[in-house]
């Protein structure tokens, strides 16, 4: 009677560890090119079962076992997948170069169809400003205001 009731138990056992050993039925050779087709739980098992083939004697292993373990470990899948495909670097800089030059294009435009210049930008608005900037002894240290002062002060302008 406990023989039977221990039967159902052992059954299950044995299925459990069939199939954690499911991996060693995956062919090895050119794991690289069949990962993505593998299903998740395949994935698992068989880095599962190159984890315990590692934690034995190297000198043991395949050659095969060897690259899968290394592949698994090391190749560019889940999170080592690469954020960017080919020709990215030539797509960034061709859009880069475009918005620079669209953005030239409607600098340029602005200035050609802008309106006149600012007041304060022509070569008497500057030398009114240094004169106020005396008058009131702004900056008397080292500024426009200062005895020893030998700049233009607020002229930025040679001509108007």
């Not at 159902?8 to 090119?33: G, K, V």
């Not at 990215?88 to 006149?116: C, D, M, P, Q, Y």
Request: aromatic fraction near 8%; charge should be positive.
């Amino acid at each position: 009677m406990l023989r039977n009731l221990a039967r159902p138990a052992l059954r299950a056992t044995q299925r459990r560890c069939a199939s954690t050993t499911a991996a060693s039925e995956i062919p090895l050779a050119n794991l690289e090119l069949r990962w993505k087709t593998l299903s998740t739980q395949e994935q698992t098992s068989l880095a599962k079962h190159l984890e315990q083939v590692q934690a034995g004697d190297w000198t043991k292993m395949t050659l095969e076992q060897k690259k899968a373990a290394y592949w698994v470990a090391f190749g560019p899948h889940g999170a080592r997948t690469p954020l960017t495909g080919p020709n990215h670097t030539l797509k960034v800089a061709a859009g880069t170069l475009s918005v620079v030059g669209v953005s030239t294009a409607l600098f340029f435009w602005i200035r050609a169809n802008g309106s006149e210049r600012p007041s304060t930008t022509t070569k008497e608005w500057q030398e009114a400003s240094n004169e106020y900037a005396r008058a009131n002894k702004i900056n008397p240290i080292t500024g426009v205001a200062s005895e020893t002062y030998k700049g233009d002060g607020y002229v930025s302008l040679s001509k108007n």
